[in-house]
């Protein structure tokens, strides 16, 4: 499974295939005859793929005990779903030698799923990332042609960067900056990423400080000495913005989201931001804050309630501080019934991986 990674099963390297009610069973009786680390893994399988691989197949001698035989395992790696979830693990003594090995292994997939559970969350497309995702090849070769590209892309940007410094030191207002980046700045990837960020990804980073924040600063911010601009963003209130960036930068990328995915906050919310701010000052309880960012989003008084008893569950229970932060981030994501379903499959295949590596990092 090493050397597979989780996304096929190893012909000749699983020794002994067993019914599910009898797994756990041989594996409690197991550990004490050997050090050997054992793990038990689910394999989801397509019926119908499985099913039209079997029948084109016909010599399988399909064995109750023992091994898998290679047409068996070719039929199981053929209509897999997913990856090859790991359920449990079983040891006398988890600090032996092989536990560095299994360790390492399974902590990248423990960073897998968890990866995927936020792309998730943080995603308007909802699309769950494939298993292969991180085994794709990257082309890292350097040759002279390449080096030729390089040169002919520096050269286009530095000649587009004078072309944009002369255009925004005649930009004045935030809304003429978001409007730039939309209609002549942004190519369609950039602006496709964007549009496909869901709300749960602007309360987890409203704009990146490093990656696009920076693009924005170096932009409209360290070259610009427009000062009627400058001083419109840092006076700006045309939106509820609660993560201002270094300069401001932060203003610009979330109603730069807004307008892309056509977000506005409605009159009555408004008003109700307005009034909550006419009573507390910038250094009140965090719970007005987030209540006037809600609100901003156009959540519900029901939705805000059941948020911030969510994070009032995280604030005082570390045990299951993650249960409830997914939870809080699933309520931001706004999921139909079938988007609850993915998520809450995804949502346990993260914590069942967590328990295992935990186990395995226990001490005897």
């Known amino acids: 499974m090493d050397k597979n990674n989780f996304t096929v099963l190893p012909f000749n390297e699983i020794l002994f295939t067993f019914k599910k009610e009898d797994i756990e069973k041989y594996a409690e009786t197991s550990i004490k005859h050997t050090d050997n680390i054992l793990i038990t893994a689910r394999v989801e399988c397509g019926m119908d793929r499985f099913t039209e691989y079997r029948g084109s197949h016909s ?3 399909s064995a109750e005990f023992g091994g898998l035989s290679e047409i068996k395992t070719n039929t199981l790696n053929h209509s897999l779903i997913d990856k090859i979830k790991i359920e449990n693990v079983f040891g006398k003594n988890f600090q032996n030698a092989d536990n560095e090995k299994i360790l390492s292994i399974l902590e990248f997939e423990e960073s897998f799923f968890c990866f995927r559970l936020r792309t998730f969350l943080n995603t308007n497309s909802k699309d ?3 298993a292969d995702y991180f085994d794709k090849p990257t082309d890292n070769v350097i040759n002279e042609e390449n080096d030729k590209k390089l040169e002919k892309i520096v050269k286009e940007q530095r000649s587009f960067e004078n072309e944009v410094n002369e255009i925004t030191s005649k930009i004045n207002t935030v ?7 939309i209609n002549e700045d942004l190519n369609k990837n950039d602006f496709e990423e964007i549009k496909n960020k869901s709300v749960a990804n602007q309360f ?3 704009v990146e400080h490093f990656g696009y924040g920076m693009y924005l600063r170096n932009l409209f911010i360290y070259p610009n000495e427009n ?3 400058l001083e419109n963003l840092k006076n700006y209130e045309g939106h509820y913005v609660d993560n201002f960036g270094e300069f401001g930068e932060g203003i610009i990328g979330d109603l730069l989201w807004r307008k892309i995915n056509n977000f506005e906050t409605t009159e009555q919310n408004c008003k109700k931001i307005k009034e909550i701010q006419e009573r507390i000052d910038r250094d009140s309880h965090w719970d007005f804050h987030i209540k006037m960012k809600l609100l901003s989003y156009n959540f519900t008084e029901d939705e805000i309630e059941q948020h911030l008893k969510l994070q009032k569950k995280m604030d005082d229970n570390n045990d299951n501080f993650e249960e409830y932060y997914f939870q809080q981030k699933a309520l931001l994501a706004r999921l139909n019934k079938e988007e609850k379903e993915t998520f809450e499959n995804i949502k346990q295949d993260y914590f069942n991986i967590q328990n295992v590596v935990e186990r395995l990092k226990q001490k005897p």
């Not at 809304?175 to 980046?181: G, K, M, N, P, T």
């Open 59 to 61: 010599d399988e001698n």
């Open 128 to 130: 769950v990332i494939p």
């Open 175 to 181: 809304e003429e900056a978001v409007d730039f980046l």
């Open 204 to 206: 987890e980073e409203t």
């Open 227 to 229: 000062k009627v601009f």
